[in-house]
Every structure is written in structure tokens, then in C-alpha cells.
Nanobody
Framework: QVQLVESGGGLVQAGGSLRLSCAAS????????MGWFRQAPGKEREFVAR????????YYADSVKGRFTISRDNAKNMVYLQMSSLKPEDTAVYYC?????????????????WGQGTQVTVSS
């Protein structure tokens, strides 16, 4: 059983920063590609960022490029999302996701495990 637990969400003013963390309870974490997605009220879940198993390859949605940074620490079974220059439109529940299959993807359907989500609210 794979469990992903996000933390670090909260309320922040526009222009501020937050760092989200995702802890994975799986021994083979270093073989998983990981991603972050978000879902705002009344909207579909959307891709934010993803990182390869090694951490070498990363990719971002255009809406967060240059403001967000995804990283991972395989020794600690952790993946992070550093968010800076936050905007009110970044307000959403943020989800950590893990992909068992080889390769990387930005599609939510390509991920096999999901966390419960953490709320990020950016006030104007």
C-alpha cells in the first residue's frame, strides 16, 4: 500500500511563498516519477509540475513556470513544491501524485497514487 501525505499548505498573501511537502510510504520511492496537481473550486484538476525518478528531469505548467520549483529527496522519500510570487489564481487544493509506470506524463490519468491534498489560499 502506497501512501502519499501532503503538508505545508496554508493562507498567504499575494507575492508570498510556500513550500509544500509530500511524504511517501513506499520502499521503491526512488523508482517513481512524481507530480503535483491542483484543483480549484468548480474546476478540473490540472497539472502543475512533475519530476523524474532521478530528479534530473522536471517540467512545469506554463502558469507556474519561473515561480514554482519541484524537487525530491529520494533518501527521505520526499517530494517538494517551492512556490514563490504566489497569485490569487494559485488558490486550490494541491495534490501529490506518484507514477509507477516508466516514463513521465502531465496527465492525471497517468499517475497511480494520490495524496489527500493540502489547501493553498492566496489572498489579494
Amino acid at each position: 500500500q502506497v501512501q502519499l501525505v501532503e503538508s505545508g499548505g496554508g493562507l498567504v498573501q499575494a507575492g508570498g511563498s510556500l513550500r509544500l511537502s509530500c511524504a511517501a510510504s513506499v520502499r521503491t520511492f526512488s523508482s517513481y516519477a512524481m507530480g503535483w496537481f491542483r484543483q480549484a473550486p468548480g474546476k478540473e484538476r490540472e497539472f502543475v509540475a512533475r519530476i523524474s525518478w532521478s530528479g534530473i528531469s522536471t517540467y512545469y505548467a506554463d502558469s507556474v513556470k519561473g515561480r514554482f520549483t519541484i524537487s525530491r529527496d529520494n533518501a527521505k522519500n520526499m517530494v517538494y513544491l517551492q512556490m514563490s510570487s504566489l497569485k490569487p489564481e494559485d488558490t486550490a487544493v494541491y495534490y501529490c501524485a506518484g507514477r509507477v509506470r516508466s516514463g513521465v506524463t502531465t496527465s492525471a490519468s497517468g499517475y497511480d497514487y494520490w495524496g489527500q491534498g493540502t489547501q493553498v489560499t492566496v489572498s489579494s
